[in-house]
């Protein structure tokens, strides 16, 4: 049988969408959180010749209603190649403001003199201007605004130490011979971030070649350095070996960790007390002592960093409506380089300096549109968000209201992604705190009075009922449901096991302590 191989052409019309490196650029700015976003700024400016950071004046507050509408975040110089010289949009949209004003006259001139100044200072001789000039700053003479502003000892970039090298250090001051430091080496770089030991000592032998007795001696001594309790291999080596630093290691406390800790994580107090042969009170104390110890030694050497909360949007209450502001300090204005645009306006540029330059102004003008698209999109989505949580904003997160992506975005007829994107790692500073956009979003459970009632609302519910309750009698999950369901709130008892643990809350079996 044979084949037969034919060429041919064939037409066919399908629509596809393409997701060119601007649009890519724009959903990713969306989805940006406000430090992200002023960081990738700063890149860009870097980046960009024609790019430049602007002063915003005094009078230059957007605490209007141009900040409310996403008003300019770019100033531009009216003369700008293709853009409009009556202070116009980019997109026919509002995109931005143009309001930079004109080069002066003799800014030609200016630039020539510095660059001659310049000139100058490359062939100063530095080293005899050292020699002749003190670097004793104690005699200069500052204003109480310049004296606020001087970089004081406390509010320099430290770092702080890591558990490896606060160890390192210590061990370097030990008087442990050179093959005992290279074994106390290897056992504080197995150390996991806790400050406890995850390798076998037969596994550190073998891989150091030494007896395991010798690494059990350099363990010994690495477990005596601070923090006490670092190189345990247990969480009951660890407490022992903290209160053998404290010199309690034959006290109660040590007893009950050593012969009792399963009984202690279950708050079985009574039984610790008869098995021990003393009074309630008695184990009550040495508990206490327990709970100062720490279970992860190396919880302050951790290398965590703070994370900090830049609010995008501002909802305060006005009169009798809340009205929605963006935050007009947290981006920085932008302005076109003076000098560049003079570039791309000379004729006798080279075309290749002409050609880039064109460049990285379409690229200047998209980053503007998108950054404004951006502030419309989260103002619409806060707005609308006020909407339908104003009892929120009056009387607190009991009055919580269910809500999904799905309303706001019916609402201000977007799509649910984009509401998505727009609400993810975004903060709104509120009369009630500071919020993440996505905590108003919250699934809902059906009154006894046929209400929606928020989850938010029953899990603060749950915290406050957990934060009154007795020490002695913890209220049990099944209590909660009854509890709630006097309130007309019916919720199954998974349910409330479900949010007290995304509340990070004990059962009832390990909230128990005596008072």
Request: glycine share 6%.
């Amino acid at each position: 049988m044979a084949f037969e191989t034919k060429l041919g052409q064939e037409l066919r019309l399908r629509q596809q969408l393409v997701m060119t490196p601007q649009l890519q650029q724009a959903i990713k700015i969306l989805q940006l959180p406000v430090v992200e976003l002023e960081a990738m700024i700063q890149s860009e400016v870097e980046q960009n010749p024609l790019l430049e950071i602007a002063e915003r004046g005094p009078d230059e507050s957007l605490s209007n209603g141009a900040a409310a509408e996403g008003a300019s975040l770019l100033a531009f110089d009216q003369q700008s190649d293709g853009l409009p010289a009556d202070g116009g949009n980019l997109d026919g949209e509002g995109a931005a403001v143009l309001t930079e004003a004109a080069p002066a006259p003799g800014e030609v001139r200016e630039n020539a003199s510095e660059l001659r100044e310049v000139d100058r200072l490359d062939r100063v001789d530095w080293s005899d201007y050292l020699e002749n000039y003190s670097n004793n700053w104690s005699g200069m003479n500052y204003s109480e605004d310049q004296e606020e502003r001087r970089l004081t000892l406390e509010n320099t970039l430290t770092r702080k130490a890591s558990l490896e090298e606060h160890l390192m250090w210590q061990l370097r001051l030990s008087d442990l011979n050179e093959p005992q430091r290279q074994i106390g080496e290897v056992i504080i770089y197995n150390l996991n971030d806790d400050g406890y030991l995850e390798a076998g000592l037969d596994e550190l032998a073998t891989q150091l070649g030494c007896d395991v007795s010798q690494v059990e001696m350099v363990l010994a001594r690495v477990q005596r350095f601070d923090p006490p309790g670092v190189a345990s291999r247990t969480l009951k080596e660890c407490l022992l070996n903290q209160l053998r630093v404290y010199g309690m290691e034959e006290s109660l406390a040590a007893r009950i960790i050593c012969d009792h800790l399963n009984l202690l994580e279950k708050h079985r107090y009574a039984e610790i007390a008869k098995l021990q042969g003393v009074d309630l009170e008695t184990v009550n104390q040495a508990i206490r002592i327990v709970s100062l110890l720490e279970p992860k030694p190396g919880r302050d050497y951790g290398d965590a960093k703070p994370v900090y909360v830049v609010p995008d949007v501002v909802i305060r209450k006005q009169g009798d409506d809340y009205v929605v502001t963006l935050n007009e300090d947290a981006l920085p204005r932008l302005r076109l380089s003076s000098y560049y645009q003079r570039v791309l306006h000379d004729h006798q540029a080279g075309e290749d300096t002409r050609k880039y330059l064109q460049e990285r102004l379409r690229s200047a003008r998209w980053l503007v549109k998108s950054i404004y698209q951006r502030q419309q999109t989260i103002y619409r989505v806060a707005s609308s968000i006020v909407k339908f949580q104003r009892e929120f904003f009056e009387r607190g997160i009991a009055y919580l209201k269910p809500l999904v992506l799905r309303d706001i975005a019916a609402d201000i007829n977007m799509h649910e992604s984009t509401i998505s994107r727009a609400t993810a790692n975004k903060y709104a500073d509120t009369p009630q705190g500071i919020f993440d956009l996505k905590f108003f979003f919250t699934s809902s459970v059906k009154a006894a009075s046929g209400e929606d009632v928020s989850a938010e609302t029953i899990k603060n519910r749950i915290r406050q009922l957990v934060a009154n309750e007795s020490h002695g009698e913890p209220l049990s999950d099944q209590a909660i449901v009854e509890i709630l369901r006097r309130e007309q709130v019916n919720i199954a008892r998974r349910t409330v096991a479900k949010y007290r643990q995304a509340l990070s809350i004990l059962p009832s079996a390990k909230r128990r302590r005596l008072d």
